[in-house]
């Protein structure tokens, strides 16, 4: 099963343009962590301008395999361009509540996005400083970025766990590694999650602390390799325009 990521270019001109560029430039994750692209497994395609439903957009296809930090570094990528070139809008539906539901959300200013598969709502992009992110509402800290496309703020780190104890339990790490079978165990003393609101959220700050102690390593490294790359995409677009 595949999935698509995409934007709406902001112009017809800009769209060609920037594809173009795109094709040229992009690099794919197992060439950027020095992997050997015949053993791919689940990745990410090209990027595309033959986006289903979307005919001004642009994007990537993925397979559902796709995980860990490959999977940050598409969203990244697809996030950087629409802050860059894509389309943008002062009010948009999202998923932004916990129960899914579609909710209009209006911004002081327009605000680029992107759009995931065929769903009908829309993924804001918000470029943020880290001191910014607690002024902005509990539900859209969510969509908190830095100017490269890479989520920060609260709830990036929850996402940058999952990637990292993603690649380690692919490579079999959770099995054959001490210190993470250290963690392992620190995280199951905890017990199971309360059922009191208050001492759930103070359980899971403690998990937190517990995974970062052990996998902060593999993000940091991870994630400065998903800004360098797009540094890189930065620089060599900015000699275009």
């Known amino acids: 099963m595949g999935y698509t990521i995409s934007i709406p270019i902001k112009s017809k001109k800009i769209r060609v343009k920037f594809f173009k560029f795109m094709e040229k430039n992009f690099r794919h994750w197992s060439i950027i962590t020095g992997k050997n692209p015949d053993e791919w497994q689940g990745s990410g395609g090209p990027p595309t301008d033959e986006v289903w439903e979307r005919p001004t957009s642009i994007g990537f296809d ?3 395999g796709m995980c860990g930090f490959e999977r940050d570094y598409l969203y990244s990528v697809i996030r950087w361009m629409a802050i860059k070139v894509g389309d943008r809008l002062p009010e948009m539906k999202t998923d932004e509540t916990d129960d899914d539901h579609e909710v209009s959300v209006t911004f002081p200013q ?3 996005y992107y759009n995931y598969d065929c769903e009908p709502f ?10 910014q992110i607690p002024t902005l509402d509990k539900n859209s800290r969510q969509w908190a970025v830095d100017e490269w496309g890479i989520r920060i ?3 990036a780190i929850d996402h940058q ?3 990292a104890s993603e690649i380690m339990l692919k490579d079999g790490f959770l099995f054959n590694e001490s210190p ?3 963690m392992t165990e620190k995280v199951k003393a905890l017990g199971q999650k309360p059922s009191n609101p208050d001492e759930e959220e103070a359980w899971w700050e403690r ?3 517990i995974q970062l102690k052990y996998l902060k390593p593999t993000i940091d490294e991870n994630l400065t390799l998903i800004r360098k790359e797009i540094q890189r995409l930065g620089q060599l677009w900015m000699s275009e325009v």
Request: glycine content about 4%; overall charge negative.
């Open 62 to 64: 993925y397979q559902s």
């Open 110 to 112: 327009p605000v680029p």
């Open 122 to 131: 829309e993924n804001p992009v918000l470029v943020v400083s880290e001191n």
């Open 153 to 155: 703020g609260p709830t």
């Open 161 to 163: 766990i999952m990637s």
């Open 180 to 182: 993470i079978n250290e």
């Open 207 to 209: 998990r937190k602390t």
